[in-house]
């Protein structure tokens, strides 16, 4: 699976867009982009996925660039509750081994 | 739906002492994870299981480290002998089958060995 690299904190004011890079240079054609987050002990959850357009849900959305090497994971109205690590995972779905690796994330830091 | 569920959700024990971790994953979700997460090493994949059958151990750091699976609604993940540098909170994930976006997390245990 390709990897990822992402800034390992950032700040946000509330109520503001939260815009989080990743980075994935050697992705390939048949990866997906995943992102998760972590809140403060508790367990990783699932945000949002998306392979070469643009996605959103409730939740998030997505943006990855044309040549597909990064993408951006966009919190429109971020709140104090969004303070948690970002993690950004690529890898192939429905390949040979189902399992998500998880990198070092961003801390972002929702300030009031 | 109850989600992941973990037991207990925090241990102390005494080095040298068996520690049992139990996890009872969504009802049908056919694939189970073990992760573990320390502040140096982040947030590991210790093993993973698809269909009740380990698929994947190539994290479980040494002998001491050994998880089952004997049906589809129960897993566990034994420490023996614990070792202080086994604290960490230890997370069980569950998914259908081949669906990376469809991962549930459970609330983890929190381990300390003394």
């Known amino acids: 699976d390709a990897k990822t690299t992402q800034p390992p904190s950032m700040d946000c004011a509330e109520g503001r867009a939260a815009n989080l890079p990743c980075n994935h240079s050697?992705?390939?054609?048949?990866?997906?982009v995943y992102w998760y987050r972590q809140i403060h002990s508790q367990g990783p959850q699932y945000i949002i996925h998306?392979?070469?357009n643009n996605e959103t849900n409730e939740m998030a959305s997505l943006i990855i660039t044309e040549d597909r090497k990064s993408s951006t994971l966009i919190l429109p109205h971020a709140t104090l509750r969004d303070t948690a690590v970002y993690y950004c995972i690529v890898r192939a779905y429905g390949g040979a081994t189902n399992k998500l690796i998880f990198g070092t994330g961003t801390l972002l830091a929702v300030q009031p | 739906d109850a989600g992941v569920i973990q037991s207990p959700r925090h241990e102390v024990t005494e080095m040298g002492q068996e520690v049992t971790l139990r996890c009872k994953p969504i009802s049908g979700h056919n694939s189970l994870f073990w992760y573990r997460q320390t502040m140096m090493r982040g947030l590991e994949l210790l093993i993973y299981f698809n269909n009740n059958v380990p698929i994947d151990d190539s994290g479980m750091p040494e002998d001491r480290f050994s998880a089952k699976m004997p049906n589809a609604s129960f897993s566990t993940l034994k420490i023996q002998p614990s070792e202080p540098r086994d604290s960490a909170v230890y997370f069980c994930?569950?998914?259908?089958?081949?669906?990376?976006?469809?991962?549930?997390f459970g609330s983890g245990t929190r381990l300390t060995v003394v």
């Open positions: 050697t992705i390939s054609g048949n990866e997906y």
């Open positions: 998306g392979l070469k």
């Open positions: 994930a569950s998914s259908p089958s081949a669906n990376p976006y469809g991962y549930t």
